[in-house]
Each structure stands twice: as C-alpha cells, then as structure tokens.
C-alpha cells in the first residue's frame, strides 16, 4: 500500500460533480510510474502528457507529432518541446499559447504510439474528447486501487497529473518558479502556488541539508 499519496480535501468549483468529497492528491514519483504501468495504450499516452507535460485534459487532444519538436541541449540532454497553441482562458480575453517540455524517452513512446497506430504528423495522437481523456484516468486509477487495496487511488483525478508534475518541478526538483508559470500556462504566481502542495517533512530536510 503507498503511505506518501496527500489526500487533501478541498473546496471545488461550481463545476464539480460530487461537492461533498472533492480532493486533491498529490503523487510520488513511484506513484506516477505505477499509475503509467497500469494504463492501457491509449491511456498511457494521455496519462503521460499530463505526468510528464503538465497538460490540461482539454489540451491533450490538441496534440499534434507537428507540434513537438526534439531537441538536445549544450549538455548533451535529450527532450522534446511541445507547442500548445490555445491556451486556457483566465483573464475572461482569450485563452494564451503556450510551449511545455516532456522527456526523450517520453517522446520516442509517442512516436511509436504514432506509427503503430498510423497516426500522420497533422493528426491529433489521442484523438478523443476531454471528457474520454478524464476517463481513461478514472479507468486506470481504478486498476491501481484494486490491485493495491487502496482506495486513496481513487481519489485522483485528470487534474492531480497536473498538479502532481507542478509539485514534482517546484518541489522535488527545485526548478524556478517563473519558469514553471511559464510551462504550465498559469498568469500569476498565487494562481500556481494553488496546485503546489507544502513539502513533506523529508523534503524539507534535503533541501536544508542541500544549502547548508
């Protein structure tokens, strides 16, 4: 069973379809590879964009092989930009594009997926609704919870992926905060800080022990 999964309750919006037991939940890392190794091929791809990507389910059908790009960095590192050309609407004027990075590896499973599918470079690679993406979370996290015996797993939603990649950048791997605003298409800090869970006691004492 994971003991590390945060399980929070929290105050939804009005859009929400059970009001009385909205969560947030927050995934470890070995958390997020369970989730992966459950999830059934088409499934695995939008889980992976959420994980690895920080996309929204309603931008996970934007995809498009044309609109990633590979790339290697002056240190040899292997990834992939991926180019999000509608962005969510915040402000009430539109929503904004925005580009976000995923791994090598991450990018060469989607394109196989691409090929073994025979899905062209202008075709949307999870050509599905986001309604279907949120599902196939559902389906996937409900095999964990069975096979596990824990119905925290349950609790996890579409949105938590994004919001477990945000702790995971901020948090675990300290990148820059603006940085991060920039990747996950949020406009002010206050609005992403909502996502970013507190750090665990561990955490905390490893980023002491890395600035003392």
Known sequence: M???MEVRNCKPNESYENKKSAK???LTGDEQ?????????????????MLHGGLRSKEVPEV????INPTTTADGTKMAVVDLREGKDTRGYGGSSRKTIIPHEFYSDLTFFTDM???SDNES????????VKRDVKAAVER????????????????DLRRSWGHTLLVRKNINPQ????LGGWNDMSTMMRYINIPTEQELTEEYARVV
């Open 144 to 159: 964990v919870a069975e096979e596990t015996g824990n119905d925290d797993w349950l609790d996890v939603s579409a949105h």
């Open 2 to 4: 994971f003991h590390d």
């Open 179 to 182: 940085k991060l605003m920039a």
């Open 117 to 119: 599918k025979g899905i």
């Open 64 to 67: 498009t092989l044309n609109k």
């Open 125 to 132: 690679i999870v050509d599905v609704t986001p309604r279907t």
């Open 33 to 49: 590879e369970t989730l992966l190794s459950h999830a059934r091929k088409r499934e695995r791809i939008s889980i992976g964009l």
């Open 24 to 26: 947030r939940v927050w």
